[in-house]
């Protein structure tokens, strides 16, 4: 979602409004008491490597010679007397330096730190001849080579917090060629752990593979929804599910007096109390869920329409759906993300699913929707459409008497636009043609597009510039806003992430990819950039942003999309190409990281990423 800058004020407004309608102490539970999971145990800070000075003998370090820890003359120290010496001998060598460390669960960060000298007899600028490569586990942390010659230490930091509560080796190899000498000298090396989440038990994203059935019809207007929901889901977490939560996200449009969202006689659980602004209802399961073991909760479902040309909301008699039906909320290694409903970007963290979506509704409106859409003659003057999903994180759809186009994009996805009264035949047709394009440049840069067909909702009455769900969009009469939410079918859709803490794994790489499709390539953005404070960094998460929401779009969107064209010129074109397809390919249908995205920018490169990532403020 695009956010105007006309219109930020009134989503800090709203947003404060939203915050205002948590519940507090004492609320009756008809009104949504908040039921916050059970605090984790406080962290334990560790240092994770032993002897990383060097300065007591060997152990527990296994070197491939006797002469890699060392105190002998040629190199020195940087604490100390002795150090690790990999290589230096001018010949064919290698030279290994290893240690089995186990990282404790249960803490936030994990951070390796170690000091680098290194000096060369090799005379090039341009080839790497001898190489020193960093490993954990089987992740490469970094590559070094007698490019990287200085004259003094510099000390190296790589986030290693993906690998708490594993016991892994940390391994240093040294590879010199026929001639001319690399050292590669190491030594105060630390695994420093700190924080205090405790995640639970197992950090496996659950309830997984959620395949949801819904039956609704609608009133005359297409402003009013009843009927039923079901989901099945499968426990992939060591730790036995005794409940869900669903996420009513619409609620925030309401009171929780008078919900747009009502759930009622729940089905294979008990219904608990409602939190968060009545967003998130507590399900609690007819029996515990174990690992592997599926359960189906089922309920009737009513939705309720507000008025507003916004994502859910009605503009005269257009009326757009999104958010509304109920999905299951997210437990990781963070417990369950219950987040509050932003209004000044997303909220939504959720694992891709299947849908299967009956919509019983009047024959004069038509009803673009998530998914593959096929209409079948209901009762007298009805048409009862069946859309079909698969491995989409949400459903949405809208409902109005639209004009609607048609097409095919070259490379054979199905493009239908959908106007409002007021959007001309020509920009309909211009969004038409924007739309095949742009699903087709983001398909050749990140992977083929999977959903069959895209439904586009035109409306130059949005508050907004867009809005993505899987298959169907909101939007301006605007090429660049257009292709901005088209890009989303892959950040946020394919690539999945936690559009709360991280939001811009998915703002910031489709406004880059946004770019890309428009052939603009960022030159000198970057020497624009303005910090507001030192609090401020592309990664922070909404709970920051909606407290700083004037400077959501600025620094997350424009910061955000310079700091990927600053990446791609540090890794030079082709390598960040492959790098965002191959990404984009290893999370298929998963969710993203920013420490995920880090490690495989650094894997891509034999650069030390570090200042990059401290220049441009991308922490995690």
Not at 582 to 608: L, M, N
């Amino acid at each position: 979602m695009r956010p105007t800058p006309l219109k930020a004020l009134a989503a800090r407004v709203l947003t404060v409004a939203a915050l205002a309608a948590v519940s507090l102490p004492g609320t009756p539970a008809a009104a949504g008491t908040d039921t916050a999971p059970a605090a984790a145990a406080a962290c334990t800070p560790a240092q994770a490597v032993t002897n990383g000075g060097f300065e007591s003998g060997t152990s527990p370090w296994t070197q491939s010679s006797t002469s890699v820890i060392t105190s002998r003359a040629g190199q020195s120290a940087h604490g100390g007397t002795s150090f690790a010496w990999l290589d230096g001998t001018g010949g064919t060598h290698t030279d290994t330096l290893s240690q089995s460390v186990t990282i404790p669960s249960g803490c936030s960060s994990a951070s390796l730190t170690f000091w680098l000298h290194i000096d060369t007899a090799e005379t090039t600028s341009s080839t790497a001849y001898d190489k020193l490569t960093a490993k954990i586990g089987s992740t490469t942390l970094a590559t070094y080579s007698n490019l990287n010659k200085a004259s003094g230490y510099a000390q190296k930091t790589f986030d290693v917090s993906a690998f708490a509560g594993q016991t892994v080796t940390l391994a240093f190899t040294g590879t010199e060629d026929s001639s001319l000498q690399t050292s590669f000298v190491l030594d105060d090396i630390a695994l420093n752990t700190s924080g205090d989440t405790t995640p639970p038990a197992d950090s496996t994203r659950t309830p997984a593979a959620p395949a949801y059935t819904v039956n609704l019809t609608s009133n005359t207007t297409g402003k009013g929804w009843t009927g039923h929901e079901s989901v099945t889901f499968t426990n992939a977490s060591s730790t036995a599910l005794s409940e869900v939560y669903l996420r009513l996200w619409d609620n925030y449009h309401g009171t929780c007096s008078a919900m747009p969202i009502v759930v009622s006689n729940v089905s294979g659980g008990t219904a608990g109390s409602l939190s968060v602004g009545c967003t998130a209802l507590q399900i609690s399961l007819a029996s515990p869920v174990a690992q592997g073991q599926s359960a189906t909760i089922g309920f009737d479902l009513a939705i309720t329409v507000p008025s507003g040309a916004d994502r859910f909301g009605y503009d005269g008699s257009f009326v757009n759906i999104g958010n509304a039906l109920p999905v299951l909320a997210v437990k990781d290694g963070a417990g369950w993300h219950l987040d509050p409903y932003t209004n000044n970007g997303e909220s939504f963290y959720s694992l891709a699913a299947d849908f299967k979506v009956t919509l019983d509704h009047p024959t004069s409106l038509l009803v673009p929707a998530t998914g593959t859409s096929v209409d079948a003659a209901g009762s007298s003057g009805r048409t009862v459409t069946t859309a079909t999903a698969s491995k989409v994180r949400d459903f949405a759809w809208a409902a109005g008497p639209f004009t609607k186009i048609s097409g095919t994009s070259p490379a054979g996805t199905a493009i239908n636009i959908y106007s409002v009264t007021g959007i001309s035949s020509s920009s309909a047709q211009s969004m038409l043609t924007t739309a095949k394009s742009a699903v087709d440049a983001h398909a050749a840069r990140f992977g083929a597009y999977p959903y069959g067909e895209l439904d586009a909702v035109i409306d130059n009455n949005y508050w907004f510039g867009g809005m993505e769900y899987p298959g169907f969009v909101l939007d301006l009469v605007s090429t660049t806003a257009l292709t901005h939410e088209i890009a989303h079918q892959w950040f946020y859709g394919i690539v999945g992430d936690d559009e709360y803490t991280s939001p811009w794994l998915d703002e910031s790489f489709t406004d880059y990819a946004t770019d890309l499709a428009q052939n603009i390539t960022g030159a000198n953005c970057w020497n624009n950039v303005s910090w507001a404070s030192s609090a401020e960094n592309i990664t922070n998460s909404m709970a920051y942003w909606d407290a700083h929401s004037s400077r959501y779009s600025t620094v997350v969107y424009t910061y955000g999309k310079c700091a990927l064209h600053d990446l791609r010129r540090v890794l030079g074109d082709t390598a960040m190409a492959n790098l965002l397809k191959s990404y984009a390919t290893s999370h298929w249908y998963g969710v993203s990281t920013t420490a995920e995205f880090k490690a495989a920018a650094q894997a891509a490169t034999t650069t030390d990423l570090t200042s990059f990532w401290t220049t441009h403020r991308i922490v995690g």
